[in-house]
């Protein structure tokens, strides 16, 4: 059966769709600046990173299955599976990761009248002198095409 008014159907679903588009965008640059914050938290307390990755890995395992019931050595490889994980979430930079997420929300998730998108480029100055500063503090040699 054939629309009755396409055109009418066509400039109701256009304008739906780019709107439907815009919040999905702005959705995604909020949750990437809440993300960069809590980095950028994590950056100024490393104890509270520590312990938040200590209480996700908690658990049995990561899968949320029981592996002891499979086998020891599986169990085992669980194990050391999840402390290597946790071991490399708390060791990663919180600096890096808070300016990774506010790029993000500034540039790949940007729209004309994001509040978000404006609050994360007005940020990001700030997170790439502090990424710098950590990485001269541990004697990396930086150089502007390294964190562009």
Do not use: C, H
Not at 4 to 13: D, E, F, L, T
Not at 52 to 58: A, D, G, Q
Not at 91 to 99: I, P, V
Not at 133 to 142: D, Q
């Amino acid at each position: 059966m054939p629309l009755k008014r396409p055109k009418a159907w066509i400039a109701i679903a256009v304008p739906a769709f780019f709107l439907l588009a815009a919040g999905d965008l702005a959705l995604r640059s909020r949750g990437a600046l809440l993300r960069a914050e809590q980095e950028e938290s994590w950056r100024d307390n490393p104890g509270a990173k520590k312990a938040y990755f200590e209480n996700l890995y908690s658990g049995k395992n990561a899968s949320g299955g029981d592996a002891a019931a499979e086998s020891p050595e599986a169990a085992a490889r669980a194990a050391n599976l999840k402390a290597a994980e946790l071991e490399f979430r708390v060791s990663e930079s919180s600096a890096k990761m808070a300016y990774v997420w506010y790029k993000t929300a500034a540039q790949d998730f940007y729209l004309p009248f994001n509040p978000w998108a404006d609050k994360a480029r007005a940020r990001l100055p700030a997170a790439l002198a502090a990424w710098r500063a950590e990485l001269e503090a541990k004697g990396v040699k930086v150089e502007e095409w390294m964190i562009k």
